[in-house]
């Protein structure tokens, strides 16, 4: 049963590989010119005016993990629409409960205004 596994040992390995030996040949055929500005802390464009240990409002996280919980939520979805026809009318409704029970928690937040970014 392990030997079945070997082709996909065989292509992980390949891939670690291929990536080890792209990142040394970079830095050994790589040109290497650094100057101030290439050393230089680059962000969206725009050079930074506040410093890295700036504080955050707790919004930021608030809608950040919000927006991780529900959008790995969706990935319960899938397994579901791809085996609709065999789980009938129960796996439709226990989908349909479960959808339910995120829209609450949806409803609840946006009502505790959790989602506004003042």
Do not use: H
Not at 6 to 31: D, Q, R, S, Y
Not at 98 to 114: E, P, S
Request: charged letters at 20%.
């Amino acid at each position: 049963m392990l030997e079945s596994y070997i082709p996909i040992f065989m292509m992980l390995g390949a891939a670690a590989l291929f990536g080890l030996v792209m990142v040394k040949l970079n830095e050994w055929l790589g040109p290497r010119r650094p100057s101030a500005e290439k050393l230089s802390t680059y962000e969206s464009g725009m050079e930074p005016v506040r410093t890295a240990r700036e504080r955050f409002s707790i919004k930021f996280y608030m809608v950040a993990v919000l927006f991780i919980i529900f959008d790995i939520e969706v990935v319960f979805l899938y397994p579901w629409a791809v085996a609709f026809n065999e789980l009938g009318m129960m796996g439709f409704v226990t989908m349909f409960v479960f959808i339910l029970i995120l829209l609450v928690g949806y409803f609840y937040v946006w009502r505790k205004g959790a989602l506004e970014w003042d």
